[in-house]
């Protein structure tokens, strides 16, 4: 997988408004069904990763591991992201495969 296609799809989400940032918010988009995708970076802290992967297996929503907070964040245009959230089922799909 090519760095840059999920980085530019994650983008084009984000141009699109179907993507939220954030710890908090991403935790209420799962608890509300609209999340289709959760991305975490991998040096979020162990209390994030825990609460994050927890509500993702109980919600049954897909999470998928990114390198860092920083590469996240860029991928949307902000600072460093550790947790965002895809609300759109295709954007979802299509970064699932990416990121296989």
Not at 39 to 49: C, E, G, V, W
Not at 82 to 100: H, I, N, R, W, Y
Request: glycine content about 6%.
């Amino acid at each position: 997988m090519t760095e840059n296609q999920w980085f530019s799809l994650l983008g084009l989400a984000n141009r699109a408004r179907k993507v939220i940032s954030g710890e908090e918010l991403s935790i209420k988009e799962i608890r509300s069904g609209k999340a289709k995708l959760i991305l975490l970076s991998k040096d979020a802290s162990q209390n994030t990763a825990k609460k994050i992967t927890d509500k993702c297996n109980s919600y049954m929503v897909p999470l998928k591991m990114v390198e860092n907070r920083h590469l996240l964040g860029r991928a949307i245009g902000k600072e460093a992201r550790v947790v965002v959230a895809v609300l759109d089922d295709g954007f979802a799909k299509k970064l699932v495969s990416l990121l296989d």
